[in-house]
């Protein structure tokens, strides 16, 4: 079977699973399976297949199962998100059109080759400062939860940290495959621009208090720098450079303080500031080994008040987790994983330095955000807000996520085609 | 670069192999602490997803509580009513979201939300889950009497105090009132109404499980059983009554709970409790010392929480209190043995307790435990559990609890309790008014059992802040009940 035919079976699959997910969420709302389940499936079907079509099109030699993996997540945020509240699953579905539209056009306007973004590495690293300082501005900026992360034009609001981080991994992609050698010699004038860059996106992701983005970056840099250089030391330095910071960061910020003693002791705070990843663990426990099923979890008091704040984006996971339990939530992880390992795959066949830079900095970007809000959903780590990929709700962040995807495809494409051309060429 | 990618895939693997474990050891390891925890919320909502069993009175028709359904945030959730009010309110208690539960909703709640071990109930359960459909909890059968318990109320009205009813062969609490009671339907939106103080009482709290109070004469029937079976006297020991008893080389003077002069003269022992002439029992307590007195009152159920079916600390120990605090004399020097016999002392005891010496007295002195929840059944009509009567043990011979018996009967025939006669029906009581320290203020209490020859009912009233005397305030409370339960 062809690449493109594998990747429909694999969408055949997830339709199925979509339609299986919306008819439980609506029997346990309405206690009958109406034609808006269905209805809900068959229109995540017929938007994958526009996907699949612009894939066929554009990236025939393409990893097949990449799409049908994210389709099967962002299916599962949106069931669930439905589960919560119908409204913002409406929402929801609206973005992924963005986002599905947002894929097509990546895949079309890069379609013959990508490489050439290599050449724009710092206006990329530029606009994606630009873009993280956009929500700092008075009159756009909007300050949510404490940390400055969305941006307010007309009547949508988003948040540029999500395509930035993309745009981040390109710059990073370009100038790490030009000055690989010289960087792994260690020369410190070699650093400059890549650390005036990256030092500035850092700085103003840590002036908006966005700590889950600066752990992440930071991460995506260490992780490219090291496959770059091959020097493990730059990422061991890196780490203790990480540790130190962040000692220095807990003594200043006080919000890093009360997230450390929070994660640390969170029964102690559970009236306050403990609260949310109190009931969050409740809510993951409750859902035991089997789950509660779709839409039968608790998530409201006996008043109707909302148990977890942000339920249904930072803490998306646990509120899958109490549905379907740890047989389900082991599966998406599991889906996660496969995910990943599809995306290192890319990055292995793939040809040259730029491809392999920006396979393995998407995918273990990709990786990296799932640990950071997961693992501190589940108290593995201090918990900092951020989008679980593809799951949770927002729009920035799926259309972000597709682009993504869009951008492992193409590598994908590329390096299969040409192993394909130098096996045929071989007389 | 192909080995740093690989290893690089190898961290991303391992940081959601982390993911993998962390679930599981929430879902899987912690998950029981977790559902534990006290502030779980999400126990608390699921709580309420349950229907949680009906409970029946006696009759089997009068509901004492029910569920309504509501839906929540998409949720079916059932919240407790409670049709009749304020009629057995401190058995039944309540299962409130705000203000967790109390009564039998919060001792009972394994069998009411289904939750029990029983094994055909678990497995109903765990069918219920599979199906997804709401968990049946299962109902309680009390042994309750609507009819005396609405009668004990409005006979109590405008008091504070209790009364308790128990059939003595089984010791089943027939009636169970603390006056004032309250609406348990207004605990969870109304509490400062429910537990406003009704003329200067608390509603809330259980008087007749859980209320102390000073015995008075009524503890007189203990003694008599403590002296009989001492061997020491007889229903014939004939005694002195000079109108005051020595104590300490001072004389105490009768109270003014007995009938009749001031001072009796030559009298036997029956005609001592007839008329509560404290001056006998002085001297009787002196004889028997302090301490065995009070070892006879263990095998009646002192110095032990009342069994019965309601959370502990809503029931209270009866026996001697020093500042307080339960205690039991190490010697015969800390506790005046005169006074004790007599019901004074620092005694304080529970309307239960007395309606157990009463019904023990009535059962020949075979104490039997009492009980309130007669049967528990499955939501498919099934008995998951029958209560089985219960002796606890002997507390005074049977030829003895005989005469203490014909004691009791006198009292009511031509003594204190005359109030307490009723036509054609052989009653025996035993009157009781402590004093409280404020002057022409009493505790007054009745104890009694009717028909004599066969024992059906066995009744305690204590009354609060009494001009009166037991014969006059509590007497006619108690044949009201004892009527209400025999006719």
């Known amino acids: 079977m062809s690449y493109r035919n594998r990747e429909l079976a694999n969408l055949f699959v997830v339709a199925i699973i979509t339609g299986l997910g919306f008819a439980s969420v609506y029997i346990a709302r309405q206690e009958v399976v109406s034609t808006g389940s269905l209805s809900y499936a068959l229109f995540f079907f017929a938007l994958y297949l526009a996907a699949h079509a612009a894939a066929r099109v554009t990236v025939p030699q393409a990893d097949p199962y990449l799409l049908p993996m994210a389709a099967l997540l962002t299916a599962v945020g949106v069931t669930e998100i439905y589960r919560l509240d119908p409204g913002n699953a409406f929402r929801q579905g609206l973005w992924i059109v963005v986002g599905v539209a947002a894929f097509a056009g990546t895949l079309l306007a890069l379609r013959h080759d990508y490489r050439r973004l290599e050449s724009y590495k710092y206006l990329f690293g530029l606009t994606a400062v630009g873009l993280l300082f956009l929500p700092a501005l008075p009159v756009i900026g909007e300050r949510i939860n404490g940390a400055r992360l969305w941006v307010h034009v007309g009547g949508i609001q988003f948040q540029p940290g999500e395509l930035a981080k993309i745009m981040l991994i390109v710059f990073l992609a370009g100038y790490l495959r030009e000055k690989r050698e010289v960087l792994a010699q260690g020369r410190l004038k070699d650093f400059g621009p890549l650390l005036a860059i990256w030092g500035a996106a850092m700085l103003v992701i840590v002036e908006t208090n966005d700590l889950g983005s600066a752990l992440l970056y930071y991460g995506i840099f260490l992780a490219m720098l090291y496959v770059a250089t091959a020097r493990a030391w730059y990422a061991a330095a890196g780490l203790a450079l990480f540790l130190g910071g962040s000692a220095l960061l807990y003594h200043a910020v006080p919000r890093v303080q009360e997230r450390v003693s929070i994660w640390i002791d969170p029964w102690s705070h559970a009236h306050t500031s403990g609260y949310q990843i109190t009931q969050s663990l409740y809510s993951i426990g409750n859902g035991g080994f089997a789950g509660k099923g779709l839409g039968k979890g608790v998530f409201a008091t006996t008043n109707g008040h909302d148990l977890i704040p942000q339920l249904n984006t930072d803490f998306i996971y646990s509120a899958l987790a109490q549905e379907l339990g740890l047989v389900g939530s082991a599966a998406l992880l599991l889906v996660y994983m496969l995910f990943c390992l599809r995306g290192f795959r890319i990055a292995l066949l793939a040809q040259d330095g730029f491809s392999k830079l920006l396979a393995v900095g998407l995918t273990f970007g990709f990786a990296l955000q799932t640990f950071i809000i997961v693992g501190g959903v589940l108290r593995l780590i201090p918990l900092t807000g951020i989008t679980l990929p593809f799951v949770s709700y927002g729009g920035s962040s799926v259309v972000a996520n597709f682009v993504l995807l869009a951008g492992l495809l193409l590598v994908s494409h590329r390096a299969n085609s040409v192993s394909q051309i130098s096996m045929e060429g071989r007389p | ?487």
Not at chain 2, 159 to 167: F, H, L, M, S, W
């Open chain 2, 1 to 487: 670069m192909n080995r740093q990618i690989t290893r690089m895939a190898v961290v991303g693997i391992v940081l959601l192999g982390a993911l993998v474990v962390g679930t599981t050891y929430w879902q899987a390891w912690a998950a029981s602490g977790l559902a534990d925890r006290q502030d779980n919320s999400i126990q608390r909502v699921a709580e309420f997803s349950v229907k949680r069993g009906k409970i029946f009175a006696a009759d089997g028709k009068t509901v004492l509580a029910d569920n309504v359904r509501r839906k929540v945030a998409s949720q079916k959730l059932y919240f407790r009513r409670y049709p009749q009010r304020g009629l057995a309110a401190h058995i039944v208690g309540y299962s409130t979201q705000v203000r967790s539960r109390a009564g039998l909703e919060a001792s009972e709640n394994d069998f009411l939300t289904g939750s029990n071990t029983n094994l055909s109930t678990v497995l109903d359960t765990a069918l219920d889950k599979l199906r997804g459909t709401t968990i049946k909890g299962n109902d309680l059968h009390l042994t309750l009497r609507p009819g005396a318990q609405r009668i004990a109320l409005n006979a109590l009205g405008g008091k504070c105090g209790a009364a308790v009813a128990i059939e003595p062969r089984t010791g089943r609490l027939l009636v169970s009132v603390s006056s004032p009671t309250y609406d348990p339907n207004l605990i969870e939106g109304h509490y400062n109404l429910a537990t406003r103080p009704k003329f200067g009482c608390s509603p809330l709290f259980n008087r007749a499980e859980a209320g102390l109070y000073i015995p008075g004469s009524a503890f007189k029937v203990v003694t008599a059983s403590a002296a009989l079976d001492s061997g020491k006297f007889t229903i014939d020991s004939t005694f002195n009554d000079p109108g005051f008893c020595i104590e300490y080389g001072k004389p105490v003077s009768n109270y003014a709970d007995q009938s009749g002069p001031e001072r009796f003269g030559h009298v036997n022992f029956l005609q001592a409790m007839e008329h509560s002439i404290n001056a006998v029992f002085c001297e009787i307590g002196k004889a028997l010392g302090a301490r065995p007195i009070l070892e006879h009152a263990k095998h009646f159920g002192f110095y032990s929480v009342p069994p019965l079916e309601t959370p502990v600390n809503e029931r209270a120990i009866s026996g001697l209190y020093n500042k307080g605090k339960l205690f039991f004399p190490k010697n015969d020097f800390q506790v005046d043995p005169g006074r004790l016999a007599f019901g004074q002392e620092r005694l304080q005891v529970t309307p239960i307790q007395m309606g157990m010496v009463a019904a023990t007295i009535a059962n020949g002195g075979l104490v039997m435990r009492p009980y309130v929840v007669e049967r528990v059944v499955a939501p498919d009509g099934s008995t998951v559990v029958k209560t089985r009567p219960d002796a606890l043990g002997r507390a005074v011979s049977a030829n003895h609890a005989a005469d203490v018996a014909k004691m009791m009967e006198a009292v009511v025939q031509g003594g204190t309790g005359t109030a307490a006669q009723i036509s054609g029906i052989r009653v025996a009581g035993k009157t009781g008014t402590a004093e409280t320290g404020v002057n022409h203020v009493n505790t007054t209490w009745f104890i009694c059992f009717a028909p004599v020859d066969n024992p059906r009912v066995a009744v305690a009233v204590v009354l609060e802040h009494q001009h009166g005397t037991g014969g006059t305030t509590a007497a006619p409370i108690a044949k009201a009940i004892m009527e209400a339960l025999i006719r």
